[in-house]
């Protein structure tokens, strides 16, 4: 079991550019998320999913857009990067709602 | 909406004493309750949950939580800090929708 995985670990773009960011698990499970992790500002959360074809908003979800063809896939897309999304962003996923989501080792991602 | 307040940002205890980390939530219903632990460049470990019942919950690594309705609280305790507990500690809460709602986190650092 891997459980959350997520590709590169590590980005730089430029402004304006456009990229994916991975998230993958292998728990079967429906609910998955994304969140960036800011000096001083905790977690806040962009995207969530609670199934296949379901997808909702989050705290902060503007410049970002997500898909969820299958249960174990939730790629998050940058349309075009702006400096201010320079953060770690974190994929975490969870078996039912009131159960403790598991996270994903992160991707550090600077803008320039 | 819930909310969750960790009042101190940063908290330096000697090896061998006992700490408290300090976590107000606010939510209407009965909420559920986490702590997580974030070790520099890792991503987020769940160390104990609050759902319901004994409202004194143990976690991992000696880690134990006290959720006290009257005062919207779930302070984290342990009897002694061990150098390898050095890392920053996030207080959630969730309504069972999925979402979780992080606090801004608690950096504690152990001196030997």
């Known amino acids: 079991n891997a459980g959350v995985t997520q590709t590169p670990k590590f980005q730089v773009l430029k402004t304006g550019q456009s990229m994916t960011l991975q998230c993958a698990q292998d728990?079967?499970?429906?609910?998955m998320s994304w969140y960036r992790q800011d000096p001083g500002m905790g977690l806040r959360l962009i995207h969530y999913?609670?199934?296949?074809?379901?997808?909702d908003q989050g705290e902060v979800p503007n410049g970002y857009n997500v898909s969820r063809s299958t249960t174990e896939d939730f790629p998050l897309r940058l349309l075009s990067a702006a400096p201010s999304q320079t953060s770690v962003y974190f994929c975490?996923?969870?078996?039912?709602?009131?159960?403790?989501?598991?996270f994903g080792p992160g991707t550090r991602l600077t803008v320039l | 909406a819930q909310s969750v307040t960790q009042p101190d940002i940063h908290i330096t205890v000697s090896e061998g004493a006992s700490l408290e980390l300090r976590c107000n939530y606010s939510?209407?219903?009965?909420?559920?309750l986490f702590w997580y632990v974030q070790s520099p460049g890792q991503g987020l470990q769940l160390l104990l949950k609050?759902?319901?019942?004994?409202?004194l919950v143990q976690g991992i690594k000696g880690f134990e939580a006290e959720f006290k309705r009257s005062q919207s609280s779930f302070n984290l305790r342990k009897p002694s800090v061990h150098w390898s507990d050095a890392a920053e500690y996030f207080c959630?809460?969730?309504?069972?929708?999925?979402?979780?709602?992080f606090g801004k986190g608690t950096k504690l650092s152990v001196i030997p």
């Open positions: 959630a809460v969730g309504s069972g929708s999925y979402q979780l709602t």
């Open positions: 728990m079967n499970h429906e609910y």
């Open positions: 999913s609670v199934g296949a074809g379901i997808t």
């Open positions: 609050y759902f319901s019942g004994d409202t």
């Open positions: 939510y209407g219903a009965t909420p559920y």
């Open positions: 975490a996923s969870s078996l039912t709602s009131y159960n403790e989501q598991f």
